[in-house]
């Protein structure tokens, strides 16, 4: 549905673009005036080149613009669907945090045997008493 509304806007902009309707009223006056003999071929076929090229700037710059945010709304969507976090930042912060606990852990099982050594040496000396 957002597309088909997305090219609706685009044709509605670009036929504004086209069909100005200043530029529409001046042309008939033009036309009517060349069928009169009050303008020349030159000036009228000058006046159409003019319109025509009012357009093909308009329709140019509309056009990058909308490709402009067209790109930045693709690249939102494919913000939006990454992690929170970019990759290799999230990776070495990953990591990071997995040395971290590792580290401890270490120290945990380093520990963990020292009480356990403690723990054997008191049964054994108790046993011997």
Do not use: C, Y
Request: charged letters at 35%; hydrophobic letters at 35%.
């Amino acid at each position: 549905m957002a597309k088909s509304q997305e090219l609706a806007n685009f044709e509605q902009v670009v036929e504004k673009i086209i069909f100005n309707d200043n530029e529409l009223e001046e042309l008939k006056i033009a036309i009517r005036n060349f069928t009169e003999g009050k303008t020349s071929e030159k000036e009228l076929k000058h006046l159409i080149l003019q319109f025509r090229g009012r357009m093909v700037e308009e329709i140019t710059d509309f056009g990058f613009f909308f490709a402009e945010k067209r790109t930045q709304n693709l690249m939102q969507t494919e913000i939006n669907k990454k992690p929170p976090f970019s990759t290799t930042k999230g990776e070495s912060q990953l990591r990071k945090e997995i040395k971290e606990k590792n580290e401890l852990l270490e120290n945990v099982a380093i520990r963990v045997n020292q009480l356990v050594s403690n723990l054997k040496k008191e049964d054994s000396q108790g046993d011997l008493l």
